[in-house]
């Protein structure tokens, strides 16, 4: 566990560097200069300084930690925010005895669903798959049914809460009350948010926030020996505040970044920041756009929903410091700047993270880039390049820049696949085959720049107009593509 003066030593060191401005603070996570090389990284400092306090005059961080915490111990303390673990069953290891409350808190509401038993249909109107008969009562969920519905689904997700993590699956007290500590906060966030629910994925977001916090969490030091100055310090880091501070982040990383909204609202909200993503990728890479969505045929939202929703937890490979890193920035993107960026950024991360495979990705059969797709080589990528994630980041951020930019966002891409891909040979000529019908050339791998020596075959038979007139539409491709992604940015507007 961290020490006391090691966590003095490096907020002081961190407040110092960047003058006391939040602003440069940011920006420095932005351009890679705060990271876990620095001997006076911390990333609970990082997170909670960007999501919480805003500040980095930790005189203030007492009146801005006191005033969310108490926030959330006001929501646990309303009725219907209480988390209802007497409703579970006894043998659930989650289960707590309700505890004693006055006559009138006491009803139909609050009280455990009676159990059910089965038994035979006697009648074919109670046969609960028959179609019901018009005028015929349908059961309506009373609260707790609902409620032990909504704390049934939490628990069965954070049990299956990052495997190789043993904190969670140890069998331990602690591993007990970390887990119930962030089943209580996704149960009081789904009710706060109850126009969205809860969605799975969500307790792994939180699940990753609650492993990088509770590292750097300790208990406030009881002695008289700590200043003034250094308590408000170590009340960023008070481990008795754990579960309070990850509320407040949960809400501020998915909520006001505008996460939530795009990719967990509705269907509808989900498929059109699918939709933007495809016009995303159609304006910076139109070979992977064509390769995909035309050639073949495999829709994005077969593999993009993991990507998004998860905000590329899970591509990123089984090493939580992977994705930790890229949250770091992610929860540095200043989201008060009208519309936030946050989600735009992910989606050109996924356009960068494509990018960086397009070799093995435009020479794939429907099943192979699937399978590619959904299995993305990060280890492979990271082992090559150590900076990998961190250049990803630079040039989705650059990509978000640009984002009302056609010309830029062009521009860029290219520039990407020269850095990237200078191995790939793209011959959008036709070249006829024996039989006389035309046929594209293949892409190909090289390490070579000079371009491929043309086959004996195709020198035996000259190219006809057919021929002639596909390689003309191939090579007008690019074109094409841009303007079907206008016509879609206007029907979309």
Known sequence: MIKE?????????????????????????????????????????????????????????????????????????E????????????????????????????????????????????????????????????????QAELDNDLLMSIIMDVQRLFPGETIFHENSEAAMIYKRQIISVLYVWSKCNASIGYKQGIHEIIGLMFLNLRKESIPLPTTNTVSADERHIFSLFDEKYLEHDLFTMLNRFTVSSGLVSQFYASEAELMSSINVFNIYL??????????????????????????????????????????????????????????????????????????????????????????????YPIAAKIKTNPAFIESVFQDALRLTDYKKNDMKLYEYGRKMNKKYNNNIKVNLGYTPSPNGSASPTVLSRSNSPSPAPSSPTSAKFPPDPKAERMAFEKFRLEARLKKRAEEMMNNKS
């Not at 707590?96 to 249909?121: D, E, G, M, V």
């Not at 159609?282 to 998004?308: F, G, P």
């Open 79 to 142: 009725k219907d925010m209480i988390v209802q673990w007497h409703l579970l069953d006894e043998d659930n290891e989650f289960y707590l005895p309700q505890q004693k409350t006055t006559k009138s808190s006491r009803s139909n509401q609050n009280s455990k669903p009676a159990p059910q038993h089965l038994h035979r249909i006697e009648n074919i109107a109670d046969d609960p798959l028959a179609m019901p008969l018009d005028g015929a009562e349908t059961h309506t969920p009373s």
């Open 282 to 375: 159609m304006k910076v890479d139109q070979l992977i756009h064509y390769n995909l969505v035309t050639k073949l045929r495999l829709e994005s939202q077969l593999w993009i929903i993991r990507y998004l929703r998860l905000l590329l937890l899970r591509e990123l490979g089984n090493d939580l410091e992977v994705p930790s890193l890229l949250w770091d920035k992610l929860a540095a993107i200043d989201t008060h700047t009208g519309s936030s960026p946050v989600p735009d950024t992910i989606m050109f991360l996924v356009v960068v993270l494509l990018i960086h495979i397009k070799s093995e990705l435009v020479l794939c059969d429907f099943s192979e880039a699937l399978s590619l797709l959904l299995h």
């Open 5 to 77: 003066n090691e966590i003095i030593s490096k907020v002081l060191l961190s407040i110092e560097q960047y003058k006391g401005s939040i602003d440069s603070f940011r920006t420095a996570v932005l351009r890679n200069e705060y990271t876990p090389a620095k001997k006076y990284f911390s990333r609970l400092f990082l997170w909670k300084a960007c999501l919480i306090t805003e500040s980095l005059n930790f005189r203030e961080w007492d009146t801005t930690l006191t005033s969310s915490r108490v926030i959330y111990h006001k929501l646990r303390q």
